[in-house]
């Protein structure tokens, strides 16, 4: 059995500048042994069908800052499983709409350099099945997937959804959502800035199956705010 870290929607550069440090903290207070990034690791602010932010870096720059977040991840967490959310493939759907074959694309492993990091669909660990979530909404995007799967569900995506929810019938199954690690201030989230629904910024985390939400303290004050990180 397996002690899971699973981390919410990263959105490198777009990233709360405490999250890798709670997440990292999280792994110690939990001993985990194995970690999953629930997907949409990066932004592709750029590589898009919506209008760019005028303020936001250009595609290049953006590039390079994804890529400087991206290798203090895998610094953090060398081994990992990263189930491939909607903004993950930007480039690649793009590249498609054009008839660009996926061979002249670098798959995320080279792209990204994480040599140790699997990039997958999904995963199943302890029976409990690990996506990113493109395609679901609502309030309850993870029970949601997890009565279309009959299988328990830890999910991302949708990220002012967090925490879990169980149903139970003949079996007893729950969908957690993990929440997301997004920077709200970032220009890259500025299309969110007149929404009603937040970010919650959250993690979760499976002992042997059984599944547990933490949510991330950014209050002033607290130890991840982020005036404590530059």
Known sequence: MTRVLAIGDVHAPATHPGYRAWCLYLAEKWNTTRVVFIGDIIDSHQISYHPAEPDAPGAGDEADQTLE?????????PRAVVTIGNHDERAFRLAASVNIPGRFIRDY??????????????????????IHGTGLGGQQPALSAARLSMQ???CGHVHSTAGVRWVAGKERIF?????C??????????YGRNLVRRPILGAGVVIDGTPYHEIMPIERGSKFHRSRFK
């Open 69 to 77: 977040h991206v290798q203090a991840w895998c610094s953090s967490f």
């Open 109 to 130: 492993a080279k792209l990204w350099k994480t040599p140790r990091w699997k990039w997958v669909r999904e995963v199943e660990i302890d029976g409990v099945n690990y």
């Open 152 to 154: 328990s569900t830890v």
């Open 175 to 179: 969908g957690m959502d993990t929440g």
């Open 181 to 190: 690690g997004c920077d709200p201030d970032h220009v890259a989230m500025a």
